[in-house]
């Protein structure tokens, strides 16, 4: 059965600063996603990992994934408040399913 | 362009009650997708339209929920009898072509939060 775990859950963090968030998955997938929500809105795609090594970078944030070590990366820069949200991993499963970690949720205090 | 639209927003029931649940998806998105997060935690597959046709619900919980999507179109979840575990938000989310079969991106609705109490 395909896991996956974010750490941290929780993170509160200055604006300026860099942070981490890791999604571990279980077993090797062709496709990982890294999802934002804000509260009571819907989930916003922000990037799709398609290959080892694959890394994307969209303003403050950059993902990157090594299948090898089972391992996604989401790294904020310069945090802002407008970060502020909780940020979602997924793995595809199969044909058309998504295994989802557990969320981060990210607040960014000036 | 309209986005996946989901009603209720919030939904409060007592316990043994039936709730539906709507979703409509971004015309001409033929698959639907169903996940939900109970308490905080991950959020979880439910089912999989394609069309009409329920191509997988192996995640559904049991006998309890019913997902339907009549005419292709916008889809409903119904609990029938609501229990307390069942408290969470629900999510719709749809896709065009083929889906993640493909490289097709999820679109996701901003869910409906039921509290069964």
């Known amino acids: 059965e395909l896991k996956v775990e974010q750490n941290p859950l929780f993170l509160s963090m200055q604006e300026g600063k860099n942070y981490t968030i890791y999604c571990n998955f279980s077993t090797t997938s062709d496709r990982l996603y890294w999802y934002r929500q804000d509260p009571g809105k819907s989930l916003e795609s922000l990037f799709v990992?398609?290959?080892?090594?694959a890394v994307k970078q969209e303003g403050r944030l950059m993902a990157s994934l090594d299948t090898k070590a089972r391992l996604s990366t989401l790294h904020i820069t310069a945090a802002v408040h407008d970060l502020s949200a909780t940020y979602f991993c997924a793995v595809k499963q199969g044909a058309q399913k998504l295994v989802f970690g557990q969320g981060t949720r990210l607040t960014i205090n000036p | 362009e309209a986005g996946v639209t989901q009603f209720p927003s919030h939904s409060v029931i007592e316990k043994g009650q039936t709730v539906t649940l709507r979703c409509d998806p971004i015309s001409g998105h033929d698959n639907l997708y169903w996940y939900r997060r109970v308490m905080g935690k991950e959020i979880k597959f439910l089912l999989h339209f394609v069309k009409e046709s329920k191509q997988d619900e192996s995640g559904m919980p049991n006998n309890r929920f019913l997902a339907e999507r009549t005419g292709g179109t916008y889809s409903t979840l119904k609990v029938q009898p609501a229990e307390l575990e069942d408290s969470g938000v629900y999510f719709c989310a749809s896709s065009q072509d083929y889906g993640l079969a493909t490289n097709e991106k999820l679109f996701f609705g901003s869910g409906t939060q039921l509290s069964v109490l």
């Open positions: 990992l398609l290959s080892n090594g």
